[in-house]
């Protein structure tokens, strides 16, 4: 079984970006307790004042800007969770990495594996023991659809992806028989300010469907509640997952229009 939202109190980073507000507002909507963090302390109150409020729960949403590829943001987080007995961790947090690997610095590409996949690892550890002290936990990972396929101009997004959905589940295996579930959501292309302009354009060459967040949101929500491992959204995406899956060569060939708009032609 899952998680009964309202008597949840929620750790949800990234919570300023597209998905990430439209998940505060629908986990606020379900009456979950939330902390929202992210980097951006005016935009992280700008949304929480737009969040339902109830005169009886003061902190009911509180905000807290910290940067959590450092010890010190981790370590912010994880007193503020620990005083407002977190019971669920949405690890939502993340930057974008396009482009052929051979354009790519080696700033961007460590950038990209820290704040994707080093930055909620290091979160949940700390976060864990406060987790395991609940009477039911979810650590929840907002991944990719390119955490199970990858494509030509995602190689290192990919794989930040990939790893964190190889990181959820072993975890979620080693956590088997503890009050704390571990899942991953696989949203496809939404519509947010995420993507640069030139992803936007290999999107519209390559014919990729486009979800709305309060799309994902709902998915995010459903996967708290049903308890499920993980979930991926879009049904071409999920046929194609699992033909990955069984027979990653096979596929190989299919992906001649992205190489090609990745080029340019």
Known sequence: MGLDLKHCSVVLTGASGGIGAAVARALSGAGARLLLVGRDAGRLAALARTLETHPDQPRRVEVLAADLTTSAGVEAVRRVALARRANVLVNNAGVASFGRLDALDDAHILQAVTTNLVAPMLLTRALLPGLLAQRSAAVLNVGSVLGRLALPGFSVYSATKFGLRGFSEALRRELIGTPVRVQ??????????????????????????????????AALLQLL??????????????????????????LDGAFKPHRLALSGA
């Open 225 to 250: 509640r049903d308890g499920a491992a993980e979930r991926f959204l879009g049904l071409p995406e999920k046929l194609a997952v699992c033909v990955n899956g069984l027979a990653p060569a096979a």
């Open 184 to 217: 991953y959501l696989g949203p496809r292309v939404t519509e947010t300010g995420f993507n640069a302009p030139e992803v936007e354009a290999y999107n519209r060459k390559t014919g990729a469907a486009v979800d709305h967040p309060d799309d994902v949101a």
